[in-house]
């Protein structure tokens, strides 16, 4: 009894000095996982400056490698690149390999140099939750096959090389909360999203074309930026479905209709309109606190509400509002509790300030080229020109 008891502490001893020494390392993590990280790492290297793959020695255990987390025999996370600040990042390319880790639920890379396609392989994971490979010079498509991803959360592919359409598959994941394809080179048009936890879409910054559906976002939505794209069409039953926005940028596009006067009601902190061609009045349901409101380069009309007084950053110019500029606007921007003022460049007719009131050095405030003569003059912008006012003969139908 006591040689067999001798002998089980032996071998004991002897898998635990195997274990301490890595000899055993494949036979610790799935042998499919194992392969996949190897292949994943020979399909990349450290940009000069990281030491990212340092420690990714495949004679130990690869749960202990940076960036790898398991859950038993299985890796779940792999978050490849120094994550720190600056940190020089990648090159190379995502071998196919990725698919084969199954267990895997967040697929993250910093920013880098990484370049070729996506590998379609990534809709093997299907429990994949978070993926996430921004800065990169990841191009072609989007496969539409990440439709089949049916727990995919958060899809990040922000700032690269993507072109072709955003398939009607993304638009189906049932549990999508944060979409983010910014700063790509995407065409067609925007398809609908059916989460109804979708919070976050940011889309700005590609070649997107197409008019919006009412149903093409979800009330849950709080983040929308679609700015610089060739969107077209109105917006205004789209808007009003969406009354939990905090932030919408729907700037530099050709958008139409009217602005319903509801969303500025909405608890949005920054509300970006500029530089389309929506048209019509401006009627607040009640007093605006939105931080930053810029409606400028349209071609709204009307007189400008005294609802829009409250607002800290305003930006009119480049409309066609008319008639006097409102007291509490005045009485705001002498208390300095208005920082941005620009209403140069409507058909505005008067403001009752005295000619020696002075505006706070924290303030900005431009009138020119309207319909009268500024009883004061201040810096504008050099966008504004030079002019003071508008021609008479741009102004007798506004004088009357």
């Known amino acids: 009894m006591r040689r067999k008891k001798m002998r089980f502490t032996q071998l004991l001893w002897c898998i635990l000095l195997l274990l301490r020494f890595g000899f055993l390392a494949e036979a610790i993590l ?4 194992f392969l996949a990280l190897q292949a994943i790492r020979k399909s990349l290297d450290d940009l000069p400056g990281s030491n990212f793959f340092r420690s990714w020695d495949f004679t130990s255990d690869p749960c202990g490698f940076a960036g790898v987390y398991c859950d038993g025999d299985k890796v779940i996370s792999l978050n490849l690149g120094d994550p720190r600040a ?7 390319r995502i071998d196919p390999a990725i698919g084969k880790l199954s267990a895997l639920t967040e697929l993250s890379i910093v920013p880098g140099r990484i370049m070729g396609a996506l590998p379609a392989t ?4 299907k429990d994949l939750r978070f993926l996430a490979i921004s800065r990169n010079f990841i191009s072609g498509e989007i496969p539409a096959s990440l439709g089949e991803v049916r727990r995919l959360r958060t899809l990040d592919l922000s700032y690269n090389q993507l072109t072709g359409t955003i398939s009607p598959a993304i638009g189906s994941l049932p549990e999508l909360s944060n979409l983010i394809l910014c700063h790509n080179h995407l065409t067609g048009s ?5 989460s109804q936890t979708l919070t976050r879409v940011d889309l700005k910054r590609n070649s997107l074309t197409g008019s919006l559906s009412p149903a093409s976002f979800p009330p849950s939505l709080q983040y929308l930026s679609l700015a610089w794209n060739q969107l077209t069409g109105p917006v205004d039953k789209v808007l009003l479905r969406l009354n939990q926005l905090n932030y919408l940028d729907l700037s530099l596009n050709r958008l139409t209709g009217t602005i319903p006067g509801r969303i500025f009601a909405f608890p949005i902190t920054s509300l970006q309109l500029q530089r389309n061609f929506f048209y019509g009045f401006i009627q607040p349901t009640k007093q605006v606190t939105i931080p930053t409101v810029d409606l400028s380069y349209n071609r709204l009309s009307g007189g400008i509400s005294p609802l829009l007084s409250g607002v800290e950053n305003l930006y009119l110019n480049s409309n066609r509002f008319t008639g006097e500029v409102p007291a509490s606007f005045v009485e705001r921007l002498l208390s300095a509790s ?4 620009y209403l140069q460049h409507n058909f505005l007719t008067g403001i009752q300030i005295s000619p020696a009131a002075e505006i706070p050095v924290s303030s900005s405030f431009c009138l020119q080229y309207n319909c009268m003569v500024p009883p004061l003059q201040t810096p504008c912008p050099l966008k504004a020109g030079p002019q003071k006012t508008r021609p008479i ?7 009357r």
């Open 122 to 125: 990534i809709s093997q994971l």
């Open 393 to 399: 003969t741009q102004c007798n139908e506004w004088r």
């Open 30 to 33: 799935d042998p499919v996982d």
């Open 190 to 194: 925007i398809p609908p999203f059916l």
């Open 86 to 92: 600056g940190s020089p990042g990648l090159s190379g």
């Open 338 to 341: 208005i920082q941005t003022l």
